[in-house]
T-cell receptor, first 108, second 116 residues
Framework: DAKTTQPNSMESNEEEPVHLPCNHS???????IHWYRQLPSQGPEYVIH???SNVNNRMASLAIAEDRKSSTLILHRATLRDAAVYYC?????????FGPGTRLSVLP | DVKVTQSSRYLVKRTGEKVFLECVQD?????MFWYRQDPGLGLRLIYF???????EKGDIPEGYSVSREKKERFSLILESASTNQTSMYLC???????????????FGAGSRLTVL
């Protein structure tokens, strides 16, 4: 299974942008890049996904490197409610492999 | 609002008991999954199902079985619970997005099982 590498933890100030990096050097051409986040005491929730082009939705933006070996999840203005563990995952078909993720702390 | 509902948020069982964890989704999704989540190990796939009465083993199926008699319901069964099965159990469902698309997972809130 293709693997992803993320920093264990990151910190951000409230109302500032946050860039969460992910490396996936073994990605194959058919793998989608997904991001999920898990708030305390909840199941993970979908944030965004993409294949080759950058993607935007109401929650975040996903920037994908031209060679697809890395990506960055961008939260444009962090709020206290964005404090969570963020998972970067490669997906093909029913295959999802979750790593330990990045724990994001947001400081008031 | 679309939902994946897990029947119990917290359960306490004794070693050797049979345990049923129930999961229901109201999105008409084809695929359903059971994960367990442990500190430092992330989410690990136990079983998944891509259709009624179909099941596939995930990465850690030992000690577990599953049942999918109806499309909306996917049950995880611990035939004889052991203390090393104390964990958070997460159910999810998905469907393909678009013609060649990705699966997007929708998770339940989780069931925290303690086996004494």
């Amino acid at each position: 299974d293709a693997k992803t590498t993320q920093p264990n933890s990151m910190e951000s100030n409230e109302e500032e942008p946050v860039h969460l990096p992910c490396n996936h050097s073994t990605i194959s051409g058919t793998d989608y890049i997904h991001w999920y986040r898990q708030l305390p005491s909840q199941g993970p929730e979908y944030v965004i996904h993409g294949l080759t082009s950058n993607v935007n939705n109401r929650m975040a933006s996903l920037a994908i490197a031209e060679d697809r070996k890395s990506s960055t999840l961008i939260l444009h203005r962090a709020t206290l409610r964005d404090a969570a563990v963020y998972y970067c995952i490669l997906n093909y078909g029913q295959n999802f492999v979750f790593g330990p993720g990045t724990r994001l702390s947001v400081l008031p | 609002d679309v939902k994946v509902t897990q029947s119990s948020r917290y359960l306490v069982k004794r070693t050797g008991e049979k345990v049923f964890l129930e999961c229901v989704q109201d999105m008409d999704h084809e695929n359903m999954f059971w994960y367990r989540q442990d500190p430092g190990l992330g989410l690990r796939l136990i079983y998944f199902s891509y259709d009624v009465k179909m099941k596939e083993k995930g990465d850690i199926p030992e000690g577990y079985s599953v049942s999918r008699e109806k499309k909306e319901r996917f049950s995880l069964i611990l035939e004889s619970a052991s203390t090393n099965q104390t964990s958070m159990y997460l159910c999810a469902s998905s469907t393909l997005q678009g013609a060649v698309g990705a699966n997007v997972l929708t998770f339940g809130a989780g069931s925290r099982l303690t086996v004494l």
